[in-house]
């Protein structure tokens, strides 16, 4: 397999030619904030959180598009990446509900760990807060799905549909009013989810958690 070596924020790497920045920087233990992006899986960049400046580009750009390039000097931690981070995680965080102490995810949940990162407060005052207020769906016999925590990431589609052949969830509607959600909108226990819990475990912010024992 081909190599190119680049270097991350000073630090040189050698990875395989087509891989992306983002996983480039993963790899060598470099953390670039990120929702909606899997391994070997087609994900747009639709989060906005993980920008980079690369040296020679006028602008940021998203790491998790960007090819790798023999020599390519790239920035996680620049003013304008920076800038453009914050604000995308200010603006989703204006519409996710915070309520650490009383979520199943705290303590392991990627928005915790990416307001860490970027210096930013999860209850932010810069955007107005615009809650869905949402009913939970509990239906379930393995686990509760919480759409007003959901991010959008589609991650939870991604695995039921394409790695598990599935396909219990789906994106519905559009703009402000577009959620994750079954067919018809049922509640998931009327469909055949086979409890696996694997979109338990890629979601990011606790939208999906497994039900605890009785």
Known sequence: MK???????????????????????????????NLCTIRDAFQPADC?????EIEGYHQPVTACTEPVREGMVVNTRGAKALRL???????????????????????????????????????????????????VDSSSPVLTYDPNKCVLCGKCIWVC???????????ARR?????????????????EC????????VCPSGALVLKKPA
Request: hydrophobic share 40%; with cysteine; net charge positive.
């Open 3 to 33: 190599t190119v070596s680049l270097t991350i924020d000073g630090k040189e790497v050698r990875v395989a030619e087509g891989d992306k920045v983002l996983w480039a920087a993963l790899g060598n233990g470099i953390y670039i904030p």
């Open 48 to 52: 906005r959180l993980c920008f980079v």
């Open 85 to 135: 981070a914050r604000t995308g995680f200010e603006l989703l965080m204006s519409t996710h509900p915070v309520d650490c102490a009383h979520c199943l995810k705290n303590r392991s949940c990627e928005l915790q760990k990416i307001a860490a990162h970027l210096g930013c407060k999860l209850k932010t005052k810069q955007f107005r807060k615009l809650e869905r207020k949402l009913p």
């Open 161 to 171: 549909r394409e790695r598990l052949g599935i396909g219990v969830l789906g994106f």
């Open 175 to 191: 703009g402000f009013e577009r959620m994750v959600t079954t067919f018809a909108d049922e509640p998931i226990g009327k469909y």
């Open 194 to 201: 086979q409890g696996c819990g694997e979109c338990v475990l």
